[in-house]
């Protein structure tokens, strides 16, 4: 799809760089960005224009960690730490995707809900449930974004009815894949043990193969909070530490296994190594971390150590499915981070809250998240007129206002791959 979009226009180039072009000119030529230009060029006066006025133009926003089974119940025991907010609401709420008429309802509001925000890729959990699963895959498709979806593997501490016998496990998943792979335009498997305590080294082995067969990225949650983190350990004394564990399974990234990991917020020393070499990406979760009373994440840290971050809005840990709040909030974090912990890990800036919500967590689905010449074009138009103010306001003033401010009834448009889907 070739099209121009006018407007002002705001983008990274790099985690510290944001690059800003008033009422300038975005092209789409098949499907991926041409580049920002103040003038259109000569050889694409002829594509269609699309003339936003002052609107802003972003690109689209990439959410790297969200349960959508989860979806309908944000908000709700916030006063529980980790461990026991799963028993107590996540597992029951789980089981019930086994019905399938429960599983439409509940897609069918997340689906419409990523439609309507800002977010054009993610990276999603489903349940244990394969025929759910599908379902949500095929909402999400019909919505037009691009998206990871995983069906859950747990066979061990989990209730009983929520818990996988192991080869049944691999065996529904590797079955799962053959019927989805390939078969959407614009969302694919991934492999999605839910974490080490819930997924036998058997399971383990099995997802491993199934990797290496099909040759499926990985998501999955590390060193969350410190109940887990002992709970791991005694479950693999073994182990150097709760990374090492994925790693010894294979699942922890490396050339042929693309990674997510969840959280990391007490990830350190040999963990935050093995995470930068073998180009795991972090799932930045300030707001589940706040709410589930895990901790904070060093992110500054991370970025200074080379390991690959991006923002996730983890619901229902998270209560809120937008990754402009989850930039807000990873600053608001990385202050009290600062002020509390390590006065030598300054907080986050603006510009690096939106890199990570862009670029940062794009790069984990290709050339995606920026609109360098060669990037996917994925944008979000912004009409923040009903953000009134008397000041005068740079692009980038705006652009923070709207991390702070913003409401979906402000996005205008949304583009995914240079199609519009709203």
Sequence with gaps: MNQILAGNICYSKSVTTLASVERGYLICKDGESAGVFAEIPEQYRGFPLTDYGDCLIIPGLCDLHIHAPQYSYR????????????????FPEEAKFADLAHAERAYGIFADALKRGATTRAGVFATIHPQATELLMEKL?????????????????????????????????????????????????????????????????????????????????????????????????????????????????????????????????SEEALLRDNGVFVAHCPQSNTNLASGIAPVRRFLQRGIRVGLGTDVAGGCHASIFRAMSD??????????????????????????????????????????????????VVIDDTDLATIRTLSIEDRLARIIYLSEDSQIRDKYVRGYKIQ
């Design 75 to 90: 908000g709700l025991g916030m006063d529980l730490e980790l461990l026991d907010w799963l028993k107590t609401y996540t």
């Design 141 to 269: 498709d019909a919505a037009g974004l691009v998206t990871y979806v995983g069906k859950l593997n747990m066979d061990r501490n989990s209730p009983d009815y929520l818990r996988e016998e192991t080869e049944e496990s691999v065996k529904a998943t590797g079955e799962w894949i053959a019927r989805t792979k390939g078969k959407l335009k614009n969302t694919s498997p991934i492999l999605s043990p839910r974490f080490v305590p819930t997924c036998s080294s058997e399971l383990m082995r099995g997802l491993k193969e199934l990797q290496k067969e099909h040759g499926l990225p990985v998501q999955s949650h590390l060193s969350e909070n410190h109940s887990e983190i002992a709970w791991v350990r005694e479950l693999h004394p073994e182990s150097g530490g709760y990374g090492q564990v994925y790693n010894s399974f294979g699942l922890f990234g490396g050339e042929s296994t693309p990674t997510i990991m969840a959280h990391c917020v007490w990830s350190k020393g």
């Design 330 to 379: 990873a600053i608001q974090a990385s202050k009290l981070y600062w002020r509390l912990i390590d006065q030598n890990d300054t907080p986050l800036t603006v510009p690096e809250a939106f890199y990570l919500g862009t670029l940062g967590g794009g790069a984990f689905f290709g050339k995606v998240g920026s609109f360098e010449p060669g990037y996917e074009f994925d944008a």
